[in-house]
């Protein structure tokens, strides 16, 4: 089976309160967090999973938060750090449909894209409390593209398949990588940050090198994000996500600063 190497790319940073990142806890908290994107390198085919943030308004920020880079040109960049251009890109895993995850899909007009079939369902009338945060206009646009709406366990590529995990939002996806060092998965926002897999985090270092402090949740095995749609489904992709990894060292949250400039696995 292929063995891949994964490669999170900062795409630009977004700027939260410490609520977003653990539900109800230090929840006013201000904490500045990356906005990744991956990149997975050893196949046939070039892979990237998510494409990036909106272009931030004229005041720097999207629906509320503040923005630093991000649009098409955060994009760019992190690719060209890898020596890679959008146009190199066969195949786009989008792992939902928010703004932080789904935008600049026009950049990548050779790609084929990966969504769950749950996830477009569900973008076209998401929970009002999550409209804002949904770029249901990309969904017209994706039509036109070589779009594949997949069902739990859809195999990508050789070695990288996607699994349906309902809880951040009711059809996002987690990706599945074969690496040299076993199973790694993409959690995308299941996991916001480490905080999230390790509920005893007591200091959380930021994207800016704030050091951020963190009350810890002890007796959790998880701890969940503040944005989500049903807390059952979230604990029981917990669960799954840790199943299939094996460990919580090869589950890699969508938003954790500590990955930026790492290659997975590091040995």
């Known amino acids: 089976m292929t063995e891949y190497k994964i490669h999170p790319l900062e795409v630009a940073k977004i700027g939260v309160v410490k609520g977003v990142v653990t539900q109800m806890v230090d929840m006013m908290t ?3 967090a990356p906005v990744l994107a ?4 050893g196949g046939a085919k070039t892979i990237l999973v998510d494409t990036g943030v909106v272009e931030p308004g004229p005041d720097g920020t999207f629906h509320g938060f503040p ?46 894209f990966i969504l769950q079939k749950k996830e477009w369902e569900y973008a076209k009338a998401p ?7 949904y770029l249901t206009d990309l969904l017209t646009e ?5 779009l594949v709406l997949a069902d739990d366990g859809y195999e990508v590529a050789d070695g990288v398949n996607v699994i349906c995990i309902p809880g951040h939002t009711n059809g996002q996806q987690a ?11 993409l959690s995308g926002d299941l996991m916001y940050s480490m905080a999230n897999l390790y509920p005893q985090t007591t200091e959380i270092i930021d994207s800016l090198g704030n050091k951020v402090p963190c009350t810890p949740q002890l007796g959790h095995p998880f701890y969940p ?3 989500h749609t049903n807390l059952n489904d979230w604990y029981s992709s917990a669960w799954r996500l840790l199943s299939i990894a094996g460990t919580r060292k090869h589950i890699l949250p969508g938003h954790d600063p500590s990955l930026v400039g790492r290659v997975f696995p590091e040995k």
């Open 175 to 185: 990706v599945v990588v074969n690496t040299s060092d076993g199973t790694y998965v």
């Open 38 to 41: 991956f990149y997975l390198e």
């Open 30 to 32: 201000p904490i500045v």
């Open 67 to 112: 923005l630093i880079g991000g649009g098409a040109q955060g994009m760019i960049n992190a690719l060209a750090e890898i020596g890679l251009k959008p146009e190199d890109i066969d195949i786009v895993i989008i792992t939902h449909m928010h703004f932080d995850h789904a935008a600049n899909i026009s950049l990548f007009s050779n790609a084929q």
């Open 127 to 133: 929970l009002p409390i999550q409209k804002g945060v």
């Open 225 to 227: 994000p503040g944005i």
């Open 142 to 146: 994706l039509e036109e593209y070589d």
